[in-house]
């Protein structure tokens, strides 16, 4: 027998967490799923600089979990499951999880985005054997080595800074000429004396023995090819949407992101998206959480209805 609530959240991040407030106060029986970590990307972040309230900062994992506090203090029930399948009938809407199987009458998908791959060669053979996704997770296993990032974002030069603590050279390898992180980012990263940046460049191969040994590298407007030693490479070119399940349940756009309008509203009557997963995002913290609260706003008027 299916468990019956008022509102699945799928996605345990600030836009889940906020909509969980949400609809917790509004007394709507509430359940989140999480098929990890309850914070989703932002856990990883040493310092949150830019959400408002923290003049000194805060680290992604303690704001998230003062928010999943609050949520739970209203009633919203967490489950760790991870979604496997998702159907609507009716005004019926079924959650299919590796472990059970939830139904409601509202569905808020919160389900965020997990880094994209280079998908070059090298790049899986290495995952946890140099090639990596996290500096906060694995920062301190390249103590006084020479390490990689590859980007030119807000993600890839936080991820440089944060190696600076650890690795003796951190290289930043961009595709252009110019940054794409804010300007503080950026001036705090062409400061930092232990990074050095590669321009016009892309990555080609990871190589190695038992652990990676060097990159193959390309500059884009040469064509010139060059190799690179390094012990570990770092991978921050942008984030894909957790959105496989829902490809024939909720119109997506070409980068299958959820199609929302400013009510995150899906289409689909009772399923709202918010946050990272949604289509034209603001990929922050701060507007993820705007989004969640639009959601539990909308779902809740829809509920009443």
Known sequence: MSKKYDVIIIGGGPAGLSAGIYTARDRFQSLLLERGIIGGQIVNAEVVENYPGFPEGISGEELTRLMHEQATKYGLETVNAEVTGFEVSGKEKVVKTSSDEYTARVVIITGGSERQKLGIPGEDKYVG????????????FFAEKKVAVVGGGNAALTEALQLTKFASKVYVIHRRDQLRATKVVQERALAEGK???IWDTVLEEITGGDFVQALKMKNVKTEKKSDLTVDGVFIAVGLRPNTDYLKDVVPLDERGSVLTNERMETGVPGVFAAGDIRSSSGWQTITAAGDGAMAAISAGRYLSE
């Open 195 to 197: 990074i050095e940046f």
């Open 129 to 140: 054997r140099g090639v990596s996704f996290c500096a906060t997770c694995d920062g301190p």
